[in-house]
C-alpha cells in the first residue's frame, strides 16, 4: 500500500501594514507635548532665577554685573552639574519638540506638492518652524523666545481632535477661543525684536547681532505675509499714534498704508 504524504501548509501570518498617517499624529501629539512640558519646567526655573537675582548678580554694581561663578546647587558632583544643566535642556528640547511637530504640520499640508522657497516663507508654519530651529541651535536662552512656541503648542494639544479631523469650524471656534493668548504671542515678538536690539548694543553674547539680523529678517518676510503679523502691527501703530506729534503722523500713515495693502493681497491669495 503506497504511503500518502500530507501537507501541511502553514498559514503565514502578514503583519498589519502601520499606517503612517497615525504615526504622523502621534509624533505631532509627542511634538507638541514636549515642547509644552519642558517649556512649562523652563518657564518655572526661569522665574526663579528672576525672583532671586540677587543671588547671582553683585549689589556693588548696581545688580548690573553677573557673578559667573553662581551654580544653582553648589559643588562639582555630577548630581549638582546635571541639576545645574537641566534648564538648558528644557530650553532647547522644549524647541526641538516643536520643530518637531511643526514639520509634521508642514509635510501634511504641503504633500505631493512641491513648493518653492517664495511659498515656504510665505507660510506662518515655516517661518515658525525655521525661527524655533534658529533658538534651539544658537543663542542663550529667554522665556520670551520660548513663549510663543509652547503656547501655540498648549492651543494644538488642546485642539488636537479638530486639527487631527481637519474639522475646520471647530479650528475657527478654537481660534476664537484663543484670541488672548494669540494676542499675547503677536507682542511677544515686539518683546524679543527690542530685548535682541539691546543685546547687540550691549554687546550681550557674540550672537546677538547674528540673531537679529535673522529675526529682523523674519520678522519683515511675516508683516509682508502673515496676516496676524500685519494686525498686531496695525494694534501697535494705533497706539503709538496716540503719542505721536501732528507734524510727525503722516509717517505713521504711510505704515499703515503698507500694512493695509499687504492684507489685501494676503486676503486675495487666501480666496484664490
Not at 41 to 68: E, G, N
Not at 218 to 247: C, D, G, H
Request: net charge positive.
Amino acid at each position: 500500500m503506497a504511503q500518502t504524504i500530507e501537507i501541511i501548509k502553514k498559514k503565514i501570518k502578514h503583519s498589519k501594514k502601520a499606517d503612517p498617517l497615525a504615526k504622523q499624529k502621534l509624533w505631532w501629539t509627542i511634538g507638541h507635548t514636549v515642547s509644552f512640558v519642558l517649556g512649562v519646567l523652563f518657564s518655572i526655573t526661569y522665574f526663579y532665577h528672576v525672583l532671586f537675582f540677587y543671588k547671582y548678580r553683585q549689589w556693588k554694581w548696581l545688580f548690573l554685573r553677573l557673578d559667573r561663578t553662581y551654580q544653582f546647587i553648589p559643588g562639582n558632583t555630577w548630581t549638582a552639574t546635571i541639576i545645574n544643566f537641566l534648564p538648558h535642556i528644557f530650553y532647547r528640547f522644549s524647541l526641538i519638540g516643536f520643530v518637531l511637530s511643526g514639520s509634521i504640520s508642514l509635510y501634511q499640508s504641503w504633500a505631493g506638492v512641491s513648493p518653492s522657497w517664495y511659498d515656504l516663507f510665505g507660510s506662518g508654519n515655516f517661518l515658525a518652524i525655521f525661527l524655533a530651529a534658529v533658538w534651539a541651535l544658537v543663542g542663550r536662552k529667554s522665556f520670551y523666545r520660548l513663549f510663543p512656541f509652547m503656547s501655540l503648542s498648549y492651543m494644538h494639544l488642546m485642539n488636537r481632535d479638530s486639527e487631527i479631523e481637519n474639522n475646520i469650524k471647530e479650528e475657527e471656534k478654537a481660534t476664537l477661543r484663543n484670541a488672548k493668548i494669540l494676542s499675547m504671542i503677536s507682542y511677544s515678538e515686539y518683546l524679543v525684536a527690542v530685548a535682541l536690539f539691546f543685546d547687540t548694543i550691549l554687546l550681550k553674547d557674540g550672537t546677538s547681532g547674528f540673531l537679529a539680523v535673522i529675526y529682523y529678517g523674519l520678522f519683515w518676510i511675516r508683516l509682508n505675509f502673515v496676516m496676524s503679523a500685519q494686525v498686531t502691527a496695525l494694534q501697535v501703530l494705533e497706539k503709538i499714534e496716540k503719542y505721536t506729534p501732528e507734524k510727525h503722523k503722516h509717517k505713521l500713515q504711510i505704515v499703515e498704508d503698507f500694512l493695509y495693502s499687504k492684507m489685501k493681497k494676503c486676503q486675495n491669495m487666501t480666496m484664490n
